[in-house]
């Protein structure tokens, strides 16, 4: 047996000081005093805190965009999200045209088993809808998918509107949940061509090609068509004030919607895009990166709890092989980066350190409320008797500074390059197995399938 001791133990509700005894894969018993015989290991958490494992919802491993491949694959990735304190990611599972499904599904299957540092889930990405597809859904919750994903922008990924409507409507039999990328793909094909026109092919010219109006519109489209399927719809990546807005206007219609926000929305910033050198395209993402203020709003809308989840949308391209293929030309960047290893302490440092939220909204945001939202609650997402022994031992000492020279991400780059960090998971468990101890990774590919709740 495995004993936690001298810990606080952190809820979204509570923190209080107690032991954990973890037995095979579950935890055991939560008391004040647990008593280790000569046999059991124990681990000494005196000053730290204990999180149930935190969930990132959100990352793109092993992706192909036709012209380049994200640099983190289930390997890398999912390492980097475990040395993070991140014992569960959620990726994007991404239906080729003309592609079932269940082929989509075991082609991402085959990419993360046996392969996997932390434990992993499914959400489907539909990018063709027809009759087959809807059949379908009905039958994914026994492949432990019960999360999908459909886009309003990218010509390859789009969706229409009549699509999402009839989708959602689908979804809704089994009470699963779509998150949708909400961005006006016709405005943004526009907009692009404009600036193209003008001869603007520099980093900079992206997020004037993807404002935030293009954001808030496409979440106004979405809550009616959620308001006429009479189903809640999740907005994946919210990056504006704007949009943000529209999602308040919603809510005063008594729509229910969920948002996830991501580090970068809360902590960088569109002047990133005017670096010289063309450094600016690591910043090259999608929703791109907004004003200070917009930064300022949304951690705002966090410690009002209009904010429900806080992922990554992890999807690294390395820069020097990937990013600069669009050296001449802004629209060959591939959008993305990487953020599966910071996560954690981004969150603790800048927001729970600066005093905007405590550790039980820090636990709520990246533990609790994905779990509920994606099916893993009360197995994930919680410290309690009979939940899987996801933990993270986190200790507030710890002083650092963040640089991709020393990330275990496979990727040339961090967009947090030089940001201080307090923090770290000091040791973290996997379905019962200690995986990291004092940072170090000490035992890999322990991470499971998340088939779904108990």
């Known amino acids: 047996m495995k004993i936690i001791k001298n810990g606080r133990l952190i809820s979204s ?3 209080r000081k ?6 095979n ?8 005093n647990i008593s280790p015989k000569d046999e059991d290991e124990v681990y000494d958490a005196s000053g730290c805190f204990v999180f149930p494992g935190f969930i990132d919802g959100h990352t793109h491993f092993d992706m192909d965009t036709g012209t380049a491949h994200t640099a983190d694959d289930f390997v890398s990735g999912t390492k980097a999200a475990v040395i993070g304190g991140t014992t569960t990611i959620v990726d994007f599972a991404t239906q080729e045209k003309g592609q079932s499904l269940k082929e989509a599904y075991d082609i991402w299957m085959k990419k993360a088993k046996d392969k996997s540092s932390c434990n992993y889930r499914f959400h489907m990405a539909i990018t063709d809808w027809n009759d087959r597809v809807k059949e379908e859904i009905s039958k994914m919750p026994e492949l432990g998918v019960t999360s999908f994903k459909m886009y309003m922008a990218y010509d390859n990924l789009i969706s229409n509107d009549a699509e999402i409507l009839a989708c959602l409507q689908k979804i809704k039999e089994i009470d699963g949940v779509l998150g949708v990328h909400c961005e006006n793909g016709t405005l943004i094909n ?4 404009e600036k193209i ?7 900079s010219a992206h997020p004037a090609s993807r404002p935030d109006y293009v954001e808030a519109e496409a979440i106004n489209r979405l809550a009616y068509i959620s308001t006429l399927a009479g189903h809640p719809v999740n907005i994946v990546h919210l990056s504006s004030f704007a949009g943000l807005n529209e999602i308040r206007n919603a809510r005063k219609r008594n729509q229910t919607i969920t948002v996830e926000t991501c580090p970068q929305y809360l902590l960088l910033d569109d002047h990133y895009y005017d670096l010289n050198h063309f450094e600016g395209a690591k910043y090259v993402i999608s929703p791109p990166l907004r004003k200070v203020e917009d930064n300022k709003a949304l951690i705002q809308a966090i410690v009002d709890r209009e904010i429900d989840t806080i992922a990554t949308d ?3 391209f390395n820069f020097k092989k990937d990013k600069e293929l669009g050296k001449e030309d802004f629209r060959k960047i591939p959008n993305g980066a990487p953020g599966v290893e910071h996560r954690p302490q981004l969150i603790y440092t800048y927001l729970v350190e600066e005093g905007y939220i405590d550790v039980m909204r820090m636990c709520e945001l990246m533990a609790t409320n994905p779990a509920k939202r994606y099916g893993m609650y009360p197995d994930k997402g919680i410290l309690e008797v009979g939940s899987d022994a996801d933990i993270v031992i986190f200790s507030p000492d710890y002083e650092g500074v963040i640089t991709w020279s020393k990330q275990i991400q496979n990727v040339d780059y961090t967009p947090y390059e030089g940001f201080k960090i307090k923090g770290q998971a000091k040791t973290v468990f ?8 004092d940072g170090t990774i000490v035992k890999e590919n322990q991470g499971t399938y998340v088939l779904g709740p108990r």
């Open 13 to 15: 509700e509570k923190m």
């Open 18 to 23: 107690a032991d954990i005894a973890i037995h």
């Open 190 to 193: 526009e907009l692009t061509k």
């Open 197 to 203: 026109a003008a001869g603007e092919t520099s980093p």
């Open 314 to 316: 992890h999807c690294s």
């Open 25 to 32: 894969n579950k935890i055991s018993e939560i008391s004040e």
């Open 430 to 437: 996997v379905n019962g197995e200690c995986v990291v101890q």
